[in-house]
């Protein structure tokens, strides 16, 4: 055990600063994020990152990636959110490209990995279902085999981004078998295809990133199978146990302690500021002790999944419940923060700019509280924290 | 950075828990406690023969060199079994803070002995308007012909009342600096109080009425005074957050095999789901706390003194209340029997209630930080009106 930090480390922070200064244009710096960038955004901003050679900086050299450490990505991370960079795609990024690098054959790479690097391909995830949530196994979306294509049908929910998105991974029913586990499948889905229909879910935080997909008689070429039919659920552990370091969001967090500090030292409050109120600024510090535990955290995590440590599951569990608490906590001081202005129903981030809405305080206080709703998702995607907590209870009582 | 322990911090801390696990279980624990509340001498020269005493002062004075991280692995062992003997009060707090002092004599003289069990110092530093955060004393040193008049109070002095000396903090009558005085235990006219805790042991308050001590008795250089204290006293706050850490994994490991024996409805209670979770966040908040004091060694280690006083109080206030939520919901899954006094896990919850209030508890420690943020928040506000 040492808390020396690797001067490599630090190299490489500076390597990465110095790329976003020379490289990030400016009118991509600070577009507002609904979650995600504007695909415009992500698409350009790929295309730079592939350009300089770090258009995959989660994937190993022998995948056609940058082949950094967990720590270095997560350098990376931070850097590009404190610049102001538009999002990457995480859906093709983090999740779909580890399972063509691991499961894919050798056409569909070549099919896919190339769009992905050069942003001309997004992708979003299909995996929840009206009936199937934290039991995701009990999905029902069915595809059948009809010659040289499966037919789809059925119902996905609770889809980031598939609006913009051009592609979409899907989890299927192949096969009536006895374990449901046993007869699911993963399918890669042209978006395009027939049959294929969005409809926008509004979420509570006034934005659109969410969807139902619905499938028709979607036909679906045999060759956009990933493994054989069944290897679904295998996929899928293997796709959710992949990352667990950067499901902190810690760059975010900082990002809203920031905000935070700046709110403090600006907004008035009985005989001062509001950074002279006690109540305000204990709750500000517990917060910054958090704050700095889950940064460790997440460095535990990090270098337990480097070294392909089991105990990173658990840990991972554990940072989920601790930082997605944590986001909601933040927020909701931000919302308390702005006080007489809080209730105050901005402009969704949704709407982009508009010179004629001009309410007070709008510079400040517009997007923040969308994000205090939005974080309420937080505590129930990825897993929502009570199925990590059986995943403690299990992985680590044996319970 | 790396969090695991490598070959030899290994070795150490499975040499204490083999001694541990062999010769200090709840019921002879409970035995000393009630005839000895300050632990038995026998105990402290074991203690010294392993080199535990040693481990964390430089090879010049007899000690093995090691850093903060030996001294949190034997303060982490020792928390597990919740152990009677003063380390963190008189091989920790004392003996960190003479060494930071650089006051070459002293050290060379005394840490020799500290090292081999042969001397305990105590630190005294806390008051009345302190609430056991370090800052400028109030009790006066004047100074006289041939030394200093002590007046006033210390309070909650851990490990004192097995010290042979005690580190005193005070405020110099002429110059209003911080001076620190290694005093002698059995110094005539020094009143000392006995202090039984709930955990089990023994504090004493110090009382110093004209109490008169030589010129030779300061300690370090006045101007830093302060600085010296905190440093001394940050590795005892770290060293009682390993300790509360190893209380944590401890009560968890002790209530999660009873919920696996545990019978009701016909089953064993760790069935219920209700209870897996809490168990599950019990865990969940011992490694934030794991996590936390990861952090504010970083800090320490850094050097950069205003960020290691911060970590050190986030670490004492975060670490203090996991302890007590995951100690208190030790009993609450245990039922009755985790009130009764003859039966073990109670006492976990006792020792987080009185480590947590120990060299100042969460809130005060929040208070410190808060202030200080409040003071660094109205410097930008004015730096920034000064640019305009």
Redo the contacts between chains.
């Keep these: 055990m040492h808390f020396e930090v690797d001067p490599k480390l630090d190299a490489f922070r500076k390597e990465v600063r110095d790329f976003l200064q020379a490289n990030l244009p400016s009118d991509l710096i600070g577009i507002p994020r609904v979650g995600r960038s504007p695909p415009y955004a992500q698409s350009r901003w790929q295309k730079i990152l592939h350009a300089h050679g770090w258009g995959a900086p989660y994937w190993s050299k022998e995948h056609g990636g940058n082949g950094w450490t967990v720590q270095q990505q997560l350098i990376f991370d931070e850097e590009c959110v404190a610049a102001g960079a538009p999002t990457q795609d995480v859906f093709a990024h983090k999740l779909l490209g580890p399972v063509l690098n691991e499961f894919g054959n050798e056409e569909q790479k070549k099919e896919h990995i190339g769009p992905i690097l050069r942003g001309e391909r997004q992708w979003c995830q299909g995996f929840s279902e009206p009936g199937a949530g934290s039991d995701l196994a009990s999905l029902r979306t069915k595809a059948e085999r009809v010659g040289s294509h499966y037919i789809v049908n059925g119902q996905k929910i609770w889809t980031s981004t598939a609006h913009h998105a051009d592609w979409i991974f899907l989890l299927v029913r192949t096969e009536q078998a006895v374990k449901k586990q046993a007869g699911i499948s993963f399918l890669l889905v042209d978006m395009k295809t027939a049959g294929v229909t969005v409809r926008p879910i509004v979420s509570i935080d006034d934005c659109h990133h969410l969807n139902e997909v619905f499938f028709d008689n979607v036909k679906v070429p045999v060759e956009n199978l990933i493994g054989t039919e069944g290897d679904g659920w295998k996929i899928t552990k293997f796709l959710l146990n992949n990352e667990h370091a950067s499901t902190a969001h810690l760059p975010t967090i900082k990002l809203y302690v920031n905000k935070l500090i700046a709110l403090a030292k600006k907004l008035h409050a009985p005989n001062g500021l509001l950074c002279n109120q006690t109540d305000f600024m204990l709750s500000m510090v517990r917060i910054q002790a958090e704050v700095q535990a889950i940064e460790f955290m997440v460095q535990r995590v990090a270098l337990l999944e480097q070294a392909h440590d089991p105990q990173a599951h658990v840990l991972g569990s554990m940072l989920k419940i601790k930082a997605t608490e944590l986001q909601q906590r933040i927020t909701e001081l931000l919302f308390d923060a702005l006080g007489d202005y809080g209730p105050v129903r901005y402009p969704s981030p949704d709407q982009g700019l508009h010179p004629d809405i001009n309410l007070p305080m709008q510079g400040l206080a517009r997007g923040l509280v969308n994000e205090m709703f939005f974080r309420r998702a937080s505590t129930i995607y990825g897993g929502t924290n009570e199925i990590q907590r059986g995943i403690i209870a299990r992985l680590l009582f044996h319970f | ?6 070959e030899e ?1 290994s070795l150490l801390q499975e040499s204490l828990r083999r001694f541990l696990d062999n010769e200090y279980g709840f019921e002879y624990r409970q035995s000393i406690r009630r005839t000895s509340p300050q632990g038995l001498r026998q105990n402290w020269r074991v203690f010294a023969e392993n080199g535990w005493l040693a481990v964390a002062l430089p090879e010049s004075v007899g000690g093995f060199g090691g850093s903060i ?1 030996e001294t949190l692995i034997i303060a982490h062992e020792f928390g597990r079994v919740l152990v009677i003997e003063p380390y963190i009060g008189c091989a920790v707090l004392g003996a960190q803070t003479l060494l930071a002092s650089g006051d070459k004599g002293k050290i060379e003289t005394f840490l020799p002995e500290v090292a081999q069990g042969r001397l305990r110092i105590a630190l005294a530093y806390d008051e009345p308007g302190l609430r056991g955060l370090p800052g400028p004393a109030e009790m006066k040193a004047k100074s006289t012909v041939n030394g200093y008049l002590l007046n006033g109070k210390k309070l909650l002095v851990i490990g004192a009342v097995d010290a042979d000396k005690f580190i005193v903090s005070t405020r110099l009558e002429d110059s209003g600096r911080t001076g620190l005085f290694l005093v002698d235990a059995d110094t005539p006219d020094l009143e000392r109080i006995d202090l039984p805790l709930h955990d089990g042991t023994v504090a004493q308050e110090l009382v110093f009425k004209d109490v008169h001590i030589s010129q030779t008795a300061m300690i370090g250089n006045p101007d830093i005074g302060l600085q010296i204290l905190r440093s001394g006293y940050n590795q005892g706050v770290l060293a009682i957050c390993a300790s509360m850490i190893g209380a944590m994994e401890r009560a968890i490991e002790i209530t ?1 095999e009873y ?2 024996t545990r019978q009701q409805f016909g089953q064993p209670i ?2 219920f ?1 209700v209870l ?2 809490r ?3 019990m ?2 908040e011992m ?3 794991r ?2 004091l ?2 504010a ?2 800090a320490v ?2 050097g950069n003194t205003a960020h290691a006083d911060q ?1 050190v109080s ?2 004492k ?2 670490i203090g209340r996991s302890a007590k939520f995951v100690c208190g919901q030790a009993i609450q899954l245990h039922g009755g029997i985790g009130m009764t006094e003859e039966y073990v896990i109670g006492h976990y919850f006792k020792y987080a209630m009185v480590a947590n209030a120990l060299l100042g508890s969460s809130s005060r420690h ?2 410190a ?3 200080q ?2 003071h660094q ?2 410097e ?2 004015l730096d920034q009106e000064q640019v305009r």
């Design positions: 950075m790396q969090f695991h322990l490598n911090q991280v999660s919920l696996r760790s069935s789901q897996q979770h168990m599950a966040d865990a969940t490694e934030l706390a996590s936390m990861f952090s060694m970083a280690s850094s970590s986030f670490a206030s975060l929040d208070e930080c808060a202030a943020l409040e928040c109205l930008d506000c």
